[in-house]
């Protein structure tokens, strides 16, 4: 008797039903500027946290590379002698090899073959098309691209994780 009583109690003090409705109308509205600020915050912060990640590699490594507008550090160890600077619409060719900033190599022209491409026009990486204009034929160098202008948000579903900057090694023809 005194269990039947008590579970009574509990159920006459746990206060109204609150009923559907009164939960919809009762939820805020979504402000959609605040949602757009909020993913602008975050965005920010993931791009300031892989700069820093780029800029610790450079600091590391004790290499001098110029730092582009668009985020893109290059660093020419063997430049050429006579190239001509790369513009937009030439055909260039190049071995490359990309690794993550860890040092794992992901892909090489050893194993794929030499790159040939239009800059400005193929469908590779954007930082690819961007970095290379800062370099002449017969250069050798080296491109730290974030992933924004690499793999993005998703990797490249093979070898390259999301969000993850990535190192060229590249030798120009």
Sequence with gaps: MFGSLFFLLLCFCKGPAIKEEDKIKTQKPINEEELKNQFV????????????EMDYYVKTHKMPFVRTTSGIRYYVYKPSAHGDSIKDKEEIVMNFKVS????????SSKTEGKKTFIVGNEDIESGIHRGVKYLKHGDKALLLIPSHLAHGLLGDFKKIPPQMPIIYDVEIY
Excluded: I, P
């Excluded at 915050?41 to 820093?52: C, F, M, P, T, Y």
């Design 100 to 107: 993550l900033l860890d040092g794992t190599e992901c892909y």
């Design 41 to 52: 915050r975050a965005n920010k912060q993931l791009v300031q946290k892989e700069s820093d």
